[in-house]
């Protein structure tokens, strides 16, 4: 099939199997010309393993710290004229990248939050791995099936107490304009709690540890945003943020428990679920001007080597007074955000490619789905029915 990206908003709908692999092979590329990271885990699992953030931490522990991994996903292969999703792909790429190198890596594609997954994760661990090192959890989802009340929750992006009007861009027609979200009612913020909160991680933590597959000092982490004043009210003081206030809480709950749970507050990039969030398109577009400017832009593998180097397994980690690993410190420097402040009410339809990296962001969402690669011959045909050695698929 000849593959090329059918864009609407914040969702590409085709995915290029050779750009995804492309992709993945850059980060690998990535990982494998840092320094080693010291102490390293050897059996990792990672829950939202197939794209963003979770799939750079997979490759970060693969191909960073020679770790056997497994990878939860949920993700759709190929079917009659479809392509698969790009998670599909990534999670191909990534298996042969480590069936090549004799790595260890089996991969479960399902619903993370079922408990049907949760158990079949462990009978693969107790299996393969024995205990795991680290549990990495970098689930984003708009939805969650309750596994015990059989519920169906929805998030929403909203504001909490107040109207929010703002501008914001229209990626499709490359418009800035204004945009006014309506504050969330109780049962929207519940929701949302109950979706990206920390409830599934926990969860996840409770199994595992009464399954006896976490190793003495076995840590698990968990990825967070917090930001700063320009996506503060719909994120960080917004239903979002109500969800990740609750990760904060869990993590302080399972430490006094005695597991090594973290959060980690990573920076904003160009991810499926972040090009969802209303403020974030127009403030990586104008973030990644400023950034690329001072040398110190960062995608997620940049961020998750640091994260693994200088903070998880780093003696002297860098924590916030909450107890958070924080590498997002490049992005927050004072100079960065007063700067995006001072563009924000600047920012025109006529010069938002001027003033912001309006491109750098398109381009970056299209590489999400493996389009725009130099090295991929686009008119060539691929097939597209890519196979993941070895998965464990729970959705047929
Ligand atoms: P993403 O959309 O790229 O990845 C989401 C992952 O979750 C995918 O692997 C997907 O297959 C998996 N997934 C979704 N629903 C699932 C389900 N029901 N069962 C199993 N797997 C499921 O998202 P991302 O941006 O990498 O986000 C990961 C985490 O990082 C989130 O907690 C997010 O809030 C956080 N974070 C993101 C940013 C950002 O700018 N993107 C910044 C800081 C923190």
Redesign the pocket.
């Known amino acids: 099939m000849i593959v090329n990206p059918r864009v609407k908003g914040f969702i590409c709908t085709t995915a290029h199997p050779a750009g995804c692999r492309a992709n993945v092979d850059e980060q690998i590329r990535f990982i494998r010309e840092q320094a080693p990271i010291a102490n390293a885990p050897k059996r990792v699992l990672v829950?939202?393993?197939?794209?963003?953030?979770?799939?750079a931490s997979r490759i970060t522990a693969a191909f960073g710290c020679n770790a056997r991994t497994i990878g939860?996903?949920?993700?759709k292969p190929a079917s009659r004229n479809r392509t698969a999703s790009a998670?599909w792909y990534n999670s191909a790429a990534f298996q042969c990248a480590a069936d090549n190198a004799g790595l260890y890596a089996k991969s479960i594609n399902?619903?993370?939050?079922s408990d049907a997954?949760k158990e079949k994760t462990i009978e693969m661990i107790k299996a393969d791995l024995g205990q795991i090192d680290l549990l990495v959890y970098?689930?984003?989802?708009p939805r969650?099936l309750h596994p015990v009340t059989g519920t169906l929750h929805s998030s929403v992006l909203k504001p909490i107490g107040k109207t929010v009007t703002q501008i914001g861009l229209d990626t499709d027609r490359e418009l800035i304009k204004s945009f006014t979200l309506q504050p969330a009612v109780q049962q929207e913020i519940d929701d949302t709690v109950v979706v990206?909160g920390a409830d599934d991680w926990e969860r996840w933590v409770h199994q595992l540890s009464e399954a006896g597959v976490l190793a003495p000092g076995c840590k698990t982490t968990?990825?967070?945003?917090i930001g700063e004043k320009v996506t503060r009210d719909i994120y960080w003081d917004g239903t979002i943020g109500a969800a990740?206030k609750d990760l904060d809480r869990a993590a302080a709950m399972l430490s006094s428990n005695g597991v090594e749970a973290s959060v980690s507050?990573?920076?904003?990039?160009v991810?499926?679920?972040?090009a969802a969030i209303p403020v974030?398109p127009l403030y990586l577009a104008l973030l990644f001007k400023l950034m690329k400017q001072d040398g110190s832009h960062e995608g997620?593998i940049e961020q998750i080597y640091r994260l693994f180097s200088e903070c998880l397994y780093n003696t002297d980690p860098r924590l916030d007074e909450g107890g958070r690993n924080r590498v997002d410190d490049r992005e927050t420097r004072h100079e960065i955000q007063a700067e995006v402040e001072k563009l924000w009410p600047q920012v025109t339809t006529e010069n938002l490619n001027s003033i912001s990296d309006f491109q750098g962001f398109r381009a970056e969402f299209l590489k999400l789905f493996g389009f725009g690669l130099t090295e991929i011959d686009y008119e060539t045909d691929f097939d597209v029915d890519v196979k993941i050695n070895g998965l464990l698929d729970l959705t047929q």
């Open positions: 829950i939202g393993a197939s794209t963003g953030y979770g799939l939860v996903f949920f993700e998670g399902g619903d993370a939050f997954v970098s689930l984003a989802s969650r990206m968990v990825y967070t945003y990740k507050v990573l920076k904003a990039v991810t499926q679920s972040s974030m997620c």
